[in-house]
């Protein structure tokens, strides 16, 4: 029965990890064909949303700071310029090498970037004092297991910061939006609700301490379908899946039609500040 039991464990285990593999190619070449169009977008280069997320760690300065799925590294730099180093880490070259070329022209030095997996980062345990990322979680097979490795690099006391966008706490709204998300984005996984969210914190050993949610992210819809290429098909399932939750109100994200008649959605975002403590034992 042990060797069994053992058996099934391994190929569990052998089945997750080719599973996560998978994944992780989609993730590099969604992004890769992506790259320069993500990276221009105003919902990642907003800058008074980057000030927002950059003040939510409260930093005195003298931070060594990770920044996970950095992308084209807008995040990593803003945090560069209040505190004393930063690595950003992602598994996208292409979104890697826009950030290393835009930080060089700009002249950051403390900043570094490096490929790696998120989900088993690169480091040794309490290395940072802040552990950072945005609008990525939803992109992770296993985002507990990422939170989980976020806190592991953090050191105690330090912060683990998260924004990302937020799901419905129903499960069949939530699903709804899903569904529109994945036609446009093959590396989408799930929007995930916030109490789900604070779960993740709570078994990872975070205290969290600020949790904030804001409606400001409004992309509209046809840029937005532009930057990952969706294909003819898909683009006009979304358009009519998004125009049913317009008329219908299916998913929680209220899209609508500006005074141009431009289609739009809230894509809602939460952001959690969590301080590492020791458990109790």
Same mark, same amino acid.
């Not at 209040?82 to 292409?94: M, Q």
């Not at 552990?131 to 985002?143: E, F, G, I, K």
């Given at each position: ?149 976020? #806190?592991? +690099?953090? @050191? !105690? ?6 924004? /990302?966008?937020? %799901? ?5 709204? $939530? ?60 683009? #006009?399932? +979304?358009? @009519? !899946? ?6 219908? /109100?299916?998913? %929680? ?5 500006? $005074? ?22």
């Amino acid at each position: 029965m042990r060797q069994v039991s053992a058996t099934i464990a391994f190929l569990s285990t052998l089945w997750e990890s080719r599973s996560m593999a998978h994944h992780n190619e989609i993730v590099r070449e969604s992004f890769t064909v992506q790259a320069k169009a993500f990276a221009a977008n105003p919902w990642v280069t907003d800058k008074q949303r980057i000030r927002r997320l950059v003040a939510a760690a409260r930093l005195t300065g003298d931070e060594r700071v990770l920044d996970i799925a950095t992308g084209p590294g807008y995040i990593a730099e803003a945090f560069a310029r209040a505190a004393r180093e930063v690595i950003g880490v992602d598994l996208t070259a292409a979104m890697l090498a826009i950030g290393e070329e835009r930080t060089k022209k700009h002249g950051v030095s403390n900043l570094s970037f490096r490929i790696g997996d998120v989900q088993s980062l690169p480091f040794e345990k309490e290395e940072f004092d802040v552990v950072v990322t945005r609008l990525a979680l939803h992109h992770m097979q296993n985002p507990a297991k990422v939170v989980r490795e976020m #806190a592991r +690099v953090c @050191r !105690l006391g330090g912060t683990v910061l998260v924004e /990302d966008i937020y %799901g419905s706490e129903h499960s069949e709204r $939530a699903a709804y939006q899903d569904r529109w998300e994945k036609l446009r984005d093959p590396s989408h996984v799930r929007t995930l609700p916030i109490s789900e969210l604070l779960h993740f914190f709570r078994e990872a050993g975070l205290e969290t301490d600020s949790l904030s949610t804001f409606e400001d992210l409004c992309p509209e819809l046809e840029r937005w379908l532009a930057t990952t290429r969706v294909p003819l098909g898909d683009a #006009a399932e +979304v358009r @009519r !899946l998004l125009e049913e939750d317009r008329l219908h /109100d299916l998913s %929680g994200t209220r899209p609508f039609l500006d $005074a141009a008649g431009q289609r739009h959605f809230h894509a809602r975002t939460a952001t959690l500040a969590g301080r590492r403590f020791r458990l109790l034992t």
